[in-house]
């Protein structure tokens, strides 16, 4: 008998948001310009060894720290310096440890807020709490060194304090390449967050983990996250538009690396916005180095900033409406990425209007007919 056929298979390990892969940062930069009020990163990150793989349209997961300033002011705030801590299931933890993380010092919510305030008896902020309307307006802004500044740890332990707290979780950003283009790497583009509020210094976890921390060379968690209504049709014959605005453009240099790759014979036409073009014109070469080789037939860009009067991308799909028209009537796929709030909405009704107008119909057709393009996912957004 063949020994050999006792021994095991070697066991293929997956990666996922459970169990994420380590993975080295490559190379990271800045993509705006000297003078610019913004920092968005570009940043570059090894799969070697991981045997992952992943799609234009899809994001990439990444676990972050917290920054050493602010665990600094919550150890401060809190008095906890120095104390071990139980968390899950693990017992007599370093602090610092579970600060670092596993515990998330930024966000504040209702739900956290008003269990803290049972635990510490701050019976007004319980009070407080009941109040939705009154919960956001205190919360915005605000971190767990601000609440404790105005409601101190008092009347329990640290680990029913750390306790509560929610756990650090994965931030999701866009991925901005194309493995075909970029073989056993993964790209993003990170707008780092920093503002001032109730007088310190703020900053996004993530955003800043990946611009302050995350150095190259060294590793951090990485997951990947499937977006199957953000992608590339089937067909490299269509045309697509790209709207992406900002940090939004992301999804969109993946996948013109993408159809570039295949030989794609379908129209690109994106459109791009942001402040000011002499230093925020986020892959400026990449977009005319693909008009040059004829991979991008039309680019239309709106810099808010460069005139007495803000232009916006939605501005620009309203002056070209004629076209976009056409281009939908030739099977056209319609991509929005970027901030939900404002301009997916605006961008949203420009579409709509479009329809109307060039199409000749009312509100209710226009609404069927962009409705339409929704079910057929040839309009897609992928908006945060």
Same mark, same amino acid.
């Given at each position: 008998?063949?020994?050999? #056929?006792?021994?095991?298979?070697?066991?293929?390990? #997956?990666?996922?948001?459970?169990n994420p892969f380590s993975a080295v940062?490559?190379?990271k930069f800045d993509l705006n310009g000297t003078g610019s009020a913004k920092e968005t990163i570009h940043a570059e990150i090894s799969l070697d060894g991981s045997g992952l793989d992943y799609e234009p349209g899809d994001a990439l997961g990444v676990f972050a720290e917290n920054a050493p300033d602010l665990i600094e002011a919550f150890l401060q705030e809190s008095e906890l310096d120095g104390q071990k801590v139980s968390h899950g299931d693990e017992i007599d933890l370093p602090i610092l440890d579970v600060l670092k993380t596993r515990v998330d010092l930024r966000v504040v919510t209702k739900l956290v807020l008003s269990k803290y305030a049972k635990l510490s008896g701050h019976d007004d902020l319980l009070e407080k709490t009941a109040d939705r309307e009154w919960v956001s307006e205190y919360t915005w802004g605000r971190d767990w060194v601000d609440v404790l500044k105005d409601y101190p740890l008092t009347g329990c332990s640290a680990s029913d304090f750390i306790g509560i707290l929610?756990?650090?979780?994965?931030? =999701?950003?866009?991925? $901005?390449?194309? =493995?075909?283009?970029?073989p056993n790497e993964v790209h993003l583009t990170v707008a780092s967050v920093r503002y001032e509020a109730f007088g310190r210094s703020k900053k996004g976890v993530c955003s800043t983990f990946i611009a302050d921390m995350w150095d190259e060379g060294e590793k951090a968690p990485i997951y990947f996250h499937n977006n199957k209504n953000f992608k590339l049709p089937k067909d490299g014959s269509l045309p697509v538009i790209m709207v992406g605005p900002g940090t939004g453009i992301a999804p969109f240099r993946a996948f013109l690396?993408?159809? $570039? $790759?295949?030989?794609?014979?379908?129209?690109? !036409?994106?459109?791009?916005?942001?402040?000011?073009?002499? #230093?925020?014109?986020?892959?400026?070469?990449? !977009?005319e #180095?693909?008009?040059?080789?004829?991979?991008l037939d039309r680019v239309d860009l709106a810099f808010s900033r460069d005139q007495d009067f803000k232009i916006y991308v939605q501005d620009r799909l309203r002056e070209?409406?004629?076209?976009i028209y056409a281009w939908l009537e030739e099977g056209a796929y319609f991509y929005v990425c970027g901030d939900a709030s404002r301009m997916a909405k605006d961008v949203h009704q420009a579409l709509h209007d479009i329809v109307a107008e060039q199409g000749g119909m009312n509100e209710d057709e226009a609404a069927a007919y962009v409705k339409a393009l929704q079910k057929e996912k040839r309009y897609a957004r992928d908006v945060y």
């Open positions: 008998m063949d020994s050999s #056929t006792n021994e095991s298979e070697p066991s293929i390990v #997956t990666y996922d948001k459970s940062l490559l190379k929610r756990p650090l979780s994965p931030r =999701l950003y866009s991925i $901005a390449s194309s =493995l075909k283009a970029h690396e993408e159809r $570039a $790759a295949d030989g794609s014979s379908g129209k690109n !036409w994106l459109f791009f916005g942001d402040q000011h073009a002499a #230093t925020d014109y986020l892959y400026q070469s990449d !977009w #180095t693909y008009q040059k080789n004829g991979v070209n409406a004629k076209d």
